[in-house]
């Protein structure tokens, strides 16, 4: 049986060695993303030459060079580009998803094909998600802990800023970006949405950013920040990616081994002062939309 990796960037390349090396032999990758320069300095299965190339299939390439004995099949697109058949070949799925929207849709995609009566349609789901210093890990068996769903409150919040500081008064680079995207870009385009995959939209951006900037001289505004704080970016560290995939793999490890108890269910990494680590039985939510009743 296969086992399907989601995601091939930062945290899916590791993931996807830690598979190949622990003795994995059949895996399906999927992203939808190509490789960008900024992606260099920690998604390591890439190089320059790759540059605009598919992320899955060039990880999928790469490993197999390395490790001969795996079998990686990989897909250039979206999770909801497969049907329900696709995903029920898997024994198990690990994410390494930089998308709330995605994971949640996969962990509904598990949940949905469930038959009560038949254990084997219970796709365990592995859940890597990295941000800075901090990590965390859960494992997910449809119907019987805690799914995504049930844990959404344990997500940090995204970072706002005061719209009279904006508009009024702003003292930070962020200020004049939030200005440009709050005030600025819905006066030029009204009704139309911000889409940062789309170059004109960014130097749009970008340029509003500068002007205002330079009004209040406020000195930092660069293309990469404008696009950090638009997407809500937070800067990887290719050592906590490495943590957090290590311990996705190490529960995928007991899962199709046996060979001890999995992780019950949640584990919390912190790097910023020293080295902390937490876990937890999260309880599932009677009222889930998700899985609440099931």
């Known amino acids: ?17 830690n598979l190949a090396c622990s003795g994995f032999k059949d895996i399906h990758v999927i992203d939808m993303d190509t490789i960008d320069l900024s992606n260099l300095n920690r998604q390591f299965l890439f190089r320059h030459s790759d540059i605009g190339r598919s992320k899955a299939e060039v ?39 930089d998308s709330i929207e995605a994971r949640r849709w996969i962990n509904a995609k598990l949940v949905h094909l469930v038959d009560p009566d038949n254990f084997e349609t219970v796709k365990p789901l592995i859940d890597g998600g990295t941000e800075g210093f901090r990590g965390q890990a859960k494992v997910i068996f449809p ?17 706002t800023y005061p719209l009279c500081t904006i508009a009024n008064n702003p003292r930070l680079p962020e200020h004049c970006i939030e200005f440009a995207s709050q005030i600025e870009w819905p ?57 957090i995939a290590a311990s996705c793999c190490n529960e995928a490890f007991k899962i199709v081994s046996s060979s001890n108890p999995t992780l019950d269910n949640f584990m919390m990494y912190s790097g910023t002062d020293s ?4 876990s937890f039985a999260y309880e599932r939510k009677p009222d889930c939309q998700v899985c609440g009743g099931l």
């Open 1 to 17: 049986m296969s086992r399907r990796v989601l995601g091939a960037g930062g945290l899916g390349c590791e993931i996807l060695k």
């Open 143 to 159: 119907t019987f802990s805690a799914c995504y769903e049930c844990s959404l409150d344990t997500l940090s919040g995204q970072t």
């Open 275 to 278: 080295v902390f680590t937490y």
């Open 59 to 97: 990880a999928a390439e790469f490993v197999m060079k390395r490790v001969k004995s795996v079998k990686i099949t990989p897909y250039f697109g979206k999770l909801q580009d497969k049907d329900e058949e696709y995903y029920k070949q898997f024994t198990l799925v690990i994410s390494g998803l």
């Open 187 to 243: 006066k030029a385009h009204p009704g139309e949405k911000i889409d940062t995959d789309v170059p004109e939209h960014v130097t749009f951006l970008y340029e509003a950013s500068l002007k205002r900037a330079e009004e209040f001289n406020i000195t930092g505004i660069t293309r990469s920040l404008v696009l950090g704080v638009v997407k809500n970016i937070i800067p990887a560290i290719a050592s906590t990616n490495a943590i």
